[in-house]
């Protein structure tokens, strides 16, 4: 039983454009939300994180989280090709330690 | 901006043999933890660690790990005698609170 999916693309976007990324969750109890952006042989980044139902902005990235459809979203405004990574997305249970990671959205963005 | 750090970057060793992962977490962190990411796969949960006891593990965690926080910096991994399925990237983090993780860069590690 998969707890976090993610289409894992890969996802072409051109410059300048939104790029939206998408991810749900299994498992009700889960509490905070997390993504990370992993460049291609490093470690995951985190770039954002999210515990209440709606948005929340930081700079060019937007998360959006609807608890009640399980569904958190990253979009990032004015893509840049430096924007380009595999974007994961993570969940922490409530009471839990562990992250538990989606397989990643692999996103290009086209100059 | 504080860090996590990892060494060694690489450890390649043989089948059966003994390797230890070595990290130092962010300085005013307590929470710390180990993934690891097989390649072209997801990143998994190793194991936590809070108050100088393990707090939780993943059914990966098993006889052949243990971790250690031998002073009051290093958070330690290590691997009793490595098999060719532990062939996989590392990665330490740490936690102030545990909700937001940090990572560091990771150690490759190759079986042979």
């Known amino acids: 039983q998969k707890e976090v999916e993610q289409n894992s693309g890969p996802l072409s976007v051109p410059e300048g454009a939104i790029a939206s990324l998408n991810c749900t969750y299994s498992d009700r109890v889960s509490q905070s939300f997390f993504w990370y952006r992993q460049y291609s042989g490093k470690s995951p980044e985190l770039i954002m994180s999210i515990y209440s139902n709606g948005d929340k902005e930081d700079g060019r990235f937007t998360a959006q989280l609807n608890k009640a459809s399980q569904y958190v979203s990253l979009l990032i405004r004015d893509s840049q090709p430096s924007d380009s990574a595999t974007y994961l997305c993570?969940?922490?249970?409530?009471?839990?330690?562990?992250?538990?990671f989606g397989q990643g959205t692999r996103l290009t963005i086209n100059p | 901006e504080p860090e996590v750090t990892q060494t060694p970057s690489h450890q390649v060793t043989q089948m059966g043999q003994e390797v230890i992962l070595r990290c130092v977490p962010i300085?005013?962190?307590?929470?710390f933890y180990w993934y690891r990411q097989i390649l072209g796969q997801k990143v998994e949960f190793l194991v936590s660690f809070y108050n100088n006891e393990i707090s939780e593990k993943s059914e990966i965690f098993d006889d052949q790990f243990s971790v250690e926080r031998p002073d009051g910096s290093n958070f330690t991994l290590k691997i009793r005698s490595t098999k060719l399925e532990d062939s996989a990237m590392y990665f330490c983090a740490s936690s102030a609170g545990g909700d937001e993780q940090f990572f560091g860069p990771g150690t490759r590690l190759t079986v042979l």
């Open positions: 300085s005013n962190h307590l929470y």
């Open positions: 993570a969940v922490l249970l409530q009471g839990a330690q562990k992250l538990v």
